[in-house]
């Protein structure tokens, strides 16, 4: 069975999956509220669920091949 994460903007998931589709490297993070608007939790100050959860978006999109496109 699937594993279901918590895909809110600006969570670990989201945030993940954001990273590999701007081509950034893995760095564990996320925000409490709105991305970039609120504070930002580092892999220090995250669960291991939260971690997970991180890697989780980021592998996924890797996957998928969902990359942006620079012009």
Not at 30 to 44: A, F, I, L, N, Q
Not at 45 to 64: I, K, P, Q, S, W
């Amino acid at each position: 069975m699937k594993k279901v994460y918590d895909t809110r903007h600006g969570g670990p998931f989201d945030r993940g999956s954001a990273d590999s589709y701007y081509n950034r490297g893995e760095c564990p993070h996320y925000y409490e509220g709105d991305t970039g608007t609120s504070r930002r939790m580092t892999e220090e100050d995250m669960t291991e669920e939260e971690v997970e959860a991180y890697y989780a978006g980021y592998n996924e999109n890797e996957r998928l091949g969902d990359k942006k496109e620079w012009r």
